[in-house]
């Protein structure tokens, strides 16, 4: 039976930093922190083959990867203590892709995957922040529908500028927990009237569709004119990360960012990068708040 799925997580993995041409750059480098015992939330690869088994079948999957996913997310259940999918215990998921060679922005991300409107009520419970909870809901929402479902950004902005124009703020951390709750009502209202259909709630069905939509991303426009630039080859493929999400969003002691080992620009051998405070990554792309540099930090 082909191996489609490698884990990693809690001390141990089942790929290394060699393994780049089959778990792509992220999973290998992945898999190779958590064995030297670096506290990299766990998760698994779905591997570049699977990617290429994908488009030679006509977009389906391998017929064994159903069951090695399954295998994959129970792994990453018993590390956690999470379930994926509980209403109570919720086990959310980024989606990430990682070719092996680095495509920045070029494919696509789902962070927060998980939530519906059960599972939304379970991490604000275990948070205690009801804010925290509706704020990444929101996220999600957005993002899912863009990238899984083909929704632009643009809707969804239009109805989080009306009500920030009607509370009268120009920020996003200015809003309440009620006042995300009214957001996310709004956002499933934007899904149901642009698609004819509601937002998706089993989280089963909304891994699957990220998996889908981080293979099918391999071969979007700007991927392909990216890989032509750089003389990256298409039968590459990518692979697929399923991590477990650790927040950025949590509020004041919480963060997203990137660092590097030199600076990229000058090659100087300092630590170089930047970071946001109470936000997730698409805040750092999108813009909307001036990041710290890490040397200030």
């Not at 089963?204 to 890989?227: C, E, I, P």
């Not at 750089?230 to 997203?256: C, K, L, R, Y």
Request: proline share 4%.
């Amino acid at each position: 039976m082909t191996q489609w799925v490698y884990g990693f997580g809690g001390g141990s993995a089942d790929g290394d930093a060699s393994m780049k041409n089959l778990l792509g750059g992220k999973g290998a480098n992945l898999a190779e922190m958590s064995s030297l015992g670096l506290p990299v939330p766990p998760g698994f690869t779905v591997t570049t083959e699977a990617c290429n088994h994908y488009y030679a079948q006509g977009q389906t999957y391998p017929a064994d990867l159903t069951e090695q996913v399954k295998a994959g997310l129970a792994k990453v259940e018993s590390i956690v203590g999470k379930t994926f999918g509980d209403a109570s215990n919720p086990l959310l998921v980024s989606v990430r892709s990682g070719a092996r060679a680095s495509m920045p922005g070029m494919m696509d991300t789902v962070l927060n995957l998980g939530l519906n409107d059960e599972t939304v009520e379970g991490l604000a419970a275990l948070s205690g922040d009801r804010r925290f909870a509706f704020d990444s809901y929101r996220r999600f929402i957005t993002m899912y529908s863009n990238v899984v479902l083909g929704l632009g950004h643009d809707h969804f902005e239009e109805v989080l500028d009306d009500h920030k124009d009607r509370l009268g703020v120009t920020v996003d951390t200015d809003l309440s927990a009620k006042d995300w709750e009214k957001v996310v009502a709004d956002y499933k209202q934007v899904v149901e009237r642009n698609l004819g259909h509601a937002f998706p709630q089993d989280p089963h069905d909304q891994l699957w569709g990220a998996v889908g939509a981080v293979f099918t991303s391999w071969m979007n426009d700007r991927a392909k004119f990216y890989r032509r630039m750089h003389d990256i080859p298409e039968s590459w493929g990518t692979a697929v990360n399923i991590q477990s999400m650790v927040f950025g969003n949590m509020g004041e002691t919480s963060a997203t960012g990137v660092a590097f080992t030199r600076n990229p620009s000058t090659g100087e051998a300092k630590l170089y990068g930047e970071f946001l405070i109470n936000a997730q990554g698409e805040d750092v792309v999108a813009g909307i708040r001036t990041p710290q540099s890490l040397t200030r930090a």
